[in-house]
């Protein structure tokens, strides 16, 4: 455990708990409020979703918990069901080696699973202001034990008409109580709110430092939660990037994605606080060296270490502040390269980003994700890409032996849209007749280049030569007899062992290409327009 969360004045079983979740330093956040709720006074926090808040109450709730007291310690009043649940289990996750209780109270559940809780003697309640206010009305809530309420997204709860609720509950709390207000943005009523209920709060903000952040294009995506991993697939085969760090919060996190990375045949490394120095140094030569193309990291790990540049940032969670975020970005775009900052954002997530852009004083620009289509020619632009560098660096020079070999045998075209199959991971189709076709006879190869087409003469190709029996008079003599085409119209006629080629006036040319099946010896011959060997 890093002094990050040690200095803080926590008891091992919460650190202990913490350590468990991945976490290796405080957010901005946390390392201000947790102190102070722990001191035991009032604080007011401008925070948003991401910022890690919900830790940054709920740790030091779980830590003032009294264990061998089964009454209502702490009430965390929070806009929606979706919260209460989430902020519940981060309770529960933090407040386990405790044996901390809590329960979420919301509307749309039963009251009876909620009563039954209440009754087991819980030390925590999580709810939304309409149900906690309906419990106590009703007598199965009573908040007179309550050393510690928080007020969480009080603005969003202000928006929602909840206020005279929260209003209601916190005239039943006892007057020797601390009060934490957490809220994106303190409107006036919230402002207002603070002066009648808090004592001397101590002020919380993310430091508005204008960082500002490098020349790198910068992206986001709104995603669901569950669908993140997908989504980073997608771009990570949309982008293909050559090297790419992807940031993720915890220690768990990081584990989680490099296991399902590899698991989907991604080549991941993988750095964070617990891998062992030796380890990590292995890790990283991987990602130096270009053997894998992804670096998974927290942002401790990262975090002054010789990372060479890289093609893309990816925050597959969002940093907590725009100090992190400018930290992250940083490692790409370095030098006048390229670099792209990528963002994948949950809803909930999106103030943070507002925040962070206002902050960094960039614009960062929302994508869609892209589909199937847009996968393929994006591929298909960075081949052609590849294929342009290589040819401007002649870097295929090394590969002209093989070349040599097969100009005899096939036009440069042929030979190019072969390799250009290959190295895009076509596979070496069977061959048909199962055999290799035998080589021309040298001969027959350099008298075929060494015949360019006479001035107004159609040079025309024939798939049979000596070796079936073809010779310059029988040709002239079928050509007349199965096409009309007049022996005058005839120039030069080079027959080889399989093949042969010959000059034909155009308006003859044009007769033979027509004729539907010209035979030789009675056997079906193709006639095709030779294509010139070399320019
Ligand atoms: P919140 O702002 O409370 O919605 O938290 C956002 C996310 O950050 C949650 O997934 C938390 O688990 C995570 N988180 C909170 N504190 C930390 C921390 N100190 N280090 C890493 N992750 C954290």
């Given at each position: ?406 100009a005899p045998d096939y036009e ?25 076709p035998e080589a021309e006879s040298d001969d027959d190869v350099r008298a075929a280049e060494a015949a360019p087409s006479e001035?107004?003469m159609v040079r025309l190709f024939l798939d049979a030569g000596r070796k079936r029996g073809v010779s310059p008079q029988e040709l002239l003599r079928e050509f007349s007899d199965q096409a009309?085409v007049a022996p005058t119209t005839v120039g030069s006629i080079d027959v080889y062992d399989r093949f042969a080629f010959v000059e034909v006036k155009?308006?003859s040319a044009?007769k033979l290409l027509?004729h539907?099946q010209l035979t030789l010896h009675g056997l079906p011959v193709n006639l095709k327009k030779a294509t010139p060997k070399r320019?």
């Amino acid at each position: 455990m890093p002094d990050g969360f040690e200095g803080l004045g926590l008891g091992d079983e919460v650190l202990r708990a913490i350590e468990d979740l991945g976490y290796e330093e405080p957010s901005p956040i946390q390392a201000q409020a947790i102190p102070a709720l722990l001191a035991g006074g009032d604080v007011i926090a401008q925070a948003q979703t991401g910022t890690g808040k919900t830790a940054a109450y709920s740790i030091p709730i779980v830590e003032r918990v009294v264990a061998g007291d089964r009454t209502v310690q702490a009430a965390v009043i929070v806009p929606t069901r979706e919260l209460a649940v989430q902020v519940a289990e981060a309770v529960h996750a933090l407040g386990r080696v405790r044996g901390v209780t809590v329960v979420p109270l919301y509307g749309g559940q039963p009251y009876d699973r909620q009563l039954r809780a209440l009754r087991g003697g819980v030390q925590v309640v999580v709810g939304t202001p309409g149900r906690v206010m309906d419990h106590i009305r009703r007598g199965t809530l009573e908040l007179d034990t309550v050393r510690t309420l928080v007020l969480d997204e009080a603005d969003e709860m202000l928006d929602m008409g909840f206020i005279e609720d929260i209003e209601f509950i916190l005239d039943k709390v006892p007057a020797e109580r601390q009060i934490g207000l957490f809220s994106a943005t303190i409107p006036a009523r919230i402002e207002d709110l603070a002066q009648s209920y808090l004592r001397e709060p101590r002020r919380v903000t993310i430091q508005q430092e204008t960082a500002t952040a490098p020349q790198t294009r910068q992206f986001w995506y709104q995603v669901p939660y569950r669908a993140k991993l997908d989504v980073l697939t997608l771009i990570l085969d949309f982008e293909s990037p050559q090297s790419a760090i992807i940031f993720c919060r915890t220690k768990r996190e990081v584990d989680a994605l490099t296991e399902a990375l590899e698991a989907r045949g991604y080549k991941t490394a993988a750095i964070h606080g617990d891998i062992s120095q030796g380890q990590r140094e292995q890790q990283l030569r991987a990602f130096r060296d270009g053997r894998v193309e992804l670096l998974v990291a927290t942002d401790v790990a990262a975090r002054g270490l010789d990372i060479p540049d890289v093609t893309h940032v990816i925050n597959y969670d969002i940093p907590d502040d725009a100090d992190a975020y400018v930290h992250r970005i940083g490692r790409t775009g370095r030098m006048g390269k390229k670099g792209e900052a990528v963002t994948l954002i949950t809803p909930r997530e999106m103030r943070l980003l507002r925040l962070i852009e206002q902050q960094t004083r960039t614009k960062m620009k929302p994508l869609r994700l892209p589909t199937v289509e847009d996968i393929v020619a994006r591929r298909r632009e960075a081949y052609l890409e590849a294929l342009r560098t290589t040819i401007d660096a002649r870097a295929g020079n090394t590969y002209a032996d093989v070349f040599a070999a097969l100009a005899p045998d096939y036009e440069a075209r042929e030979i190019a849209l072969a390799a250009l199959y290959l190295a895009d991971g076509g596979e070496v189709p069977a061959r048909t007749d199962g055999t290799r076709p035998e080589a021309e006879s040298d001969d027959d190869v350099r008298a075929a280049e060494a015949a360019p087409s006479e001035h107004g003469m159609v040079r025309l190709f024939l798939d049979a030569g000596r070796k079936r029996g073809v010779s310059p008079q029988e040709l002239l003599r079928e050509f007349s007899d199965q096409a009309g085409v007049a022996p005058t119209t005839v120039g030069s006629i080079d027959v080889y062992d399989r093949f042969a080629f010959v000059e034909v006036k155009p308006g003859s040319a044009k007769k033979l290409l027509a004729h539907p099946q010209l035979t030789l010896h009675g056997l079906p011959v193709n006639l095709k327009k030779a294509t010139p060997k070399r320019p």
